[in-house]
């Protein structure tokens, strides 16, 4: 049970501890805990981070909670932020807390008879009928102003931002007490987080002592960031989300398989559960020939399986090689309408009537007439594609330009409503068929 910080430390995820957390993991079974700040619906890949970090600590053979904050989201932490941010009202909380409980139960063992089974807490449960008297006697009394005060997320806020509120103010006392509460009702004695979340804490540390004499520990994990120096996480559409209706799996495998070869030997250690010896092989491995892009490829199909299932892999998969012209028919049959779309994004479409595609009988019909000036500027130059061995539709080559179109097999409707067309190697045009 002690190997849980040298886990963490080989793969690049340690950043500050306490003093005696390895004899403490070292002497029993410990439970520790994990915040998730509920400002959304969806965890993204920012929080993949702390995910890891409790599912390493689990695989150790220690008990994780994961305390989903419905009650610090109503404040929102001003750790390293310039400005406050808005408060969510309580249903949208409620909704937001719901759905990150489902997604954590993706990564984390919460059902087993396990004694270190994963467990999923919620501080709105024991703060929401805390009253504000209780409070400030109970908690506040115990830490001073001067300590709260010296924190660097409290000084760089009044030094550079637009000042500090009393809500956000008081953020640090309420995730120290969510701290003495799961110490003193669950016996968890150790806090996880981001480095950002230092400060916050060993507040809770700090209370603990006071108010119970007790001795509780905290580990920080870095933050992560790009080579570039640009936002982990961020893309130009925003961030990567784990939910595939806001970020769809081919979308996410794409994200990863895009990263740099810096960012991929670090990303690999962090985000998967690969063994030291098959990471340590494949980083050799891709520096050899880092052109070939095996490492991002591992790091893509480790990272996509793990939140989306191998069948949605497969798909991201699939539709990756689909502008390589490595794909199929069937390939491209089997890609779901989104998926589809955001392959083709930008790519040319065309709206025609599906009586108009059905009544071309041959393919310089459908390319040089209902395509006329798009993707050929006459039935003529339709032709003369179609004989230099240049047309595709639906990845199926069109030799013959007087052959008869076949749409009961070769030729049936994506989706049952697009038709994909492919000129040359890298030119694609789309009929979008309306009824």
Same mark, same amino acid.
Request: contains cysteine; glycine residues 8%; proline residues 3%.
């Given at each position: 049970?002690? %190997?849980?910080?040298?886990e963490?430390s080989?793969? /690049?995820?340690?950043?500050?501890?306490?003093?005696?957390?390895?004899?403490?993991?070292?002497?029993?079974?410990?439970a520790?805990?994990l915040?998730?700040?509920?400002t959304?619906?969806?965890?993204h890949? /920012?929080?993949?981070v702390?995910?890891? *970090?409790?599912?390493?600590?689990?695989?150790?053979?220690?008990?994780?909670?994961?305390?989903?904050?419905g009650?610090?989201?109503?404040?929102?932490?001003?750790?390293?932020?310039?400005?406050?941010?808005?408060?969510?009202?309580?249903?949208?909380l409620?909704?937001n807390?719901?759905?990150?409980?489902?997604q954590?139960?993706?990564?984390?063992?919460f059902?087993?008879?396990?004694a270190?089974?994963?467990?999923?807490? &919620? %501080?709105?449960?024991?703060?929401?009928d805390?009253?504000f008297?209780?409070f400030?006697?109970d908690?506040?009394?115990?830490i001073?102003? $001067?300590?709260?005060?010296?924190?660097?997320?409290?000084?760089?806020?009044?030094?550079?931002g637009?000042?500090?509120?009393?809500?956000?103010f008081?953020?640090?006392?309420?995730?120290?007490?969510?701290f003495?509460?799961?110490?003193?009702?669950?016996?968890?004695?150790?806090?996880?987080?981001?480095?950002?979340?230092?400060?916050?804490i060993?507040?809770?540390?700090?209370?603990?002592?006071?108010k119970?004499?007790?001795h509780?520990?905290?580990?920080?994990?870095?933050?992560?960031?790009?080579?570039?120096?640009?936002?982990?996480?961020?893309?130009?559409?925003?961030?990567?989300?784990l939910?595939?209706?806001?970020t769809?799996?081919?979308?996410?495998?794409?994200?990863?398989l &895009?990263?740099?070869?810096?960012?991929?030997?670090?990303?690999?250690?962090?985000?998967?559960?690969?063994?030291?010896?098959?990471?340590?092989a494949?980083?050799?491995? #891709?520096?050899?020939?880092?052109?070939l892009?095996?490492?991002?490829?591992l790091?893509?199909?480790?990272?996509?399986?793990?939140v #989306?299932g191998?069948?949605?892999?497969?798909?991201a998969?699939?539709?990756?090689?689909?502008?390589?012209?490595?794909?199929?028919?069937?390939?491209?049959?089997?890609?779901?309408?989104?998926t589809?779309?955001?392959?083709?994004?930008?790519?040319?479409?065309? $709206?025609?009537?599906?009586?108009?595609?059905?009544a071309?009988a041959h393919?310089?019909?459908?390319?040089?007439?209902?395509?006329?000036?798009?993707?050929?500027?006459s039935? /003529?130059?339709?032709?003369?594609?179609i004989?230099?061995?240049?047309?595709?539709?639906?990845?199926?080559?069109?030799?013959?330009?007087?052959?008869?179109l076949?749409?009961?097999? *070769?030729?049936?409707l994506?989706?049952?409503?697009?038709?994909?067309v492919?000129?040359?190697?890298k $030119?694609?045009?789309?009929?979008?068929?309306q009824?």
């Amino acid at each position: 049970m002690s %190997n849980f910080i040298s886990e963490l430390s080989w793969r /690049g995820m340690l950043q500050d501890q306490t003093p005696d957390l390895d004899k403490h993991l070292a002497s029993g079974l410990r439970a520790a805990y994990l915040g998730f700040d509920p400002t959304a619906d969806s965890l993204h890949i /920012g929080h993949l981070v702390g995910v890891m *970090t409790l599912m390493h600590f689990q695989r150790a053979g220690h008990k994780p909670f994961a305390l989903v904050g419905g009650a610090t989201g109503m404040i929102g932490d001003p750790s390293f932020k310039s400005d406050e941010r808005k408060l969510l009202d309580a249903e949208t909380l409620a909704h937001n807390v719901a759905c990150i409980q489902a997604q954590l139960g993706k990564f984390l063992d919460f059902d087993s008879d396990a004694a270190n089974k994963a467990e999923l807490v &919620n %501080n709105y449960d024991w703060m929401a009928d805390f009253s504000f008297l209780e409070f400030i006697r109970d908690v506040g009394k115990h830490i001073t102003v $001067n300590y709260m005060m010296a924190k660097d997320s409290v000084k760089r806020r009044l030094e550079e931002g637009n000042g500090l509120s009393f809500t956000e103010f008081t953020y640090q006392l309420i995730q120290g007490y969510d701290f003495l509460h799961l110490y003193q009702q669950r016996e968890v004695s150790i806090q996880l987080g981001g480095s950002d979340q230092w400060g916050n804490i060993v507040t809770g540390t700090e209370l603990i002592r006071r108010k119970t004499g007790g001795h509780a520990f905290a580990l920080t994990v870095p933050l992560i960031t790009k080579a570039d120096g640009s936002k982990f996480g961020k893309t130009e559409s925003g961030s990567v989300w784990l939910d595939p209706e806001k970020t769809s799996p081919y979308a996410f495998y794409q994200f990863w398989l &895009n990263v740099s070869d810096e960012d991929a030997e670090k990303y690999v250690k962090i985000f998967t559960l690969l063994e030291r010896a098959v990471i340590e092989a494949a980083i050799a491995q #891709h520096r050899e020939a880092p052109h070939l892009r095996q490492l991002q490829r591992l790091l893509a199909e480790e990272i996509t399986r793990m939140v #989306h299932g191998q069948s949605e892999l497969d798909m991201a998969i699939a539709a990756s090689e689909i502008l390589f012209g490595k794909s199929s028919t069937e390939d491209l049959a089997r890609l779901d309408e989104r998926t589809f779309l955001q392959v083709f994004e930008g790519v040319p479409q065309l $709206n025609v009537r599906h009586e108009d595609v059905k009544a071309c009988a041959h393919a310089v019909d459908l390319l040089g007439g209902l395509g006329e000036g798009v993707i050929a500027k006459s039935k /003529g130059e339709a032709r003369k594609l179609i004989q230099g061995g240049g047309i595709s539709i639906n990845k199926h080559k069109i030799v013959d330009p007087q052959a008869p179109l076949d749409w009961s097999e *070769t030729l049936q409707l994506l989706q049952n409503k697009y038709l994909l067309v492919q000129k040359g190697k890298k $030119n694609y045009f789309i009929f979008c068929i309306q009824d």
